[in-house]
């Protein structure tokens, strides 16, 4: 059973039925963990974080914890919860340009500025390289090559760029190499859904494969910049 499962049938015993157990995290799975932390006084924040699991571990009958003895499940809570929020990024990840290292895309990347030009491979920061390399896989096994250039996935808008943020003083998160933008020409920084081509329904899958490796989506959070993922809570 993976975690995404186990989430799904902790939620369901607990009274908050979410459909079949197919590990899928959409918006049923979401609303049913929203409902479960309004039911137990916590931030309905929709995601499953470390006080959330722990509470599902209860059980809904005798109140006793849940023994979970797998490894993927512990592994799996554990991601969820190791990246640091906005404020705390340069304690964690270190200085700015710091720290970094490269992964190859499973699939063929353009630049989103220059569309003849291909890219072997993107630098991201060391501690977040390998969920970024286990999300993209998920998303190209979802997607294949021909979906991937539907919703613009194939074009790169950058990664590592240590830049202060648009109107800001502070760093972009960009800067520590823990963000990655797709297709910025069709989903800038301020358009709202519909009007960002990331912010339709079949880019779903997309976005969950990202969030249970517990990245954030600001197009998901804050209906603005779907062009753009990143390894820190807000």
Request: charged share 25%; glycine share 8%.
């Amino acid at each position: 059973m993976t975690f995404e499962q186990w989430l799904q049938s902790r939620l369901t015993s607990h009274g908050f039925p979410v459909g079949g157990i197919d590990g899928i995290i959409g918006k049923t799975t979401i609303a049913g963990i929203k409902a479960f932390q309004k039911s137990r006084n916590l931030t309905p924040t929709g995601k499953a974080d470390e006080v959330t699991v722990a509470a599902l571990r209860v059980s809904s009958s005798s109140g006793e914890p849940v023994i979970q003895g797998r490894d993927e499940l512990q592994q799996r809570t554990s991601t969820l919860s190791s990246f640091p929020r906005q404020r705390n990024v340069e304690s964690f990840y270190g200085k700015v340009g710091t720290n970094q290292t490269r992964i190859t895309p499973p699939w063929k990347m353009r630049l989103a500025w220059d569309k003849r030009r291909f890219i072997q491979k993107m630098t991201l920061h060391e501690k977040v390289a390998d969920s970024a390399s286990r999300a993209m896989q998920r998303v190209y096994s979802s997607y294949g090559d021909a979906g991937i250039k539907k919703l613009g996935l194939d074009l790169f808008g950058g990664s590592l760029n240590v830049r202060k943020m648009r109107g800001g003083s502070r760093y972009s998160m960009h800067s520590w190499g823990i963000a990655i933008d797709f297709d910025p020409e069709r989903n800038q920084l301020r358009w709202k859904e519909p009007r960002a081509r990331l912010s339709h329904d079949d880019a779903v899958p997309f976005w969950e494969a990202w969030e249970a490796e517990g990245w954030i989506a600001l197009g998901r959070e804050r209906n603005f910049d779907w062009m753009h993922v990143q390894a820190a809570r807000l």
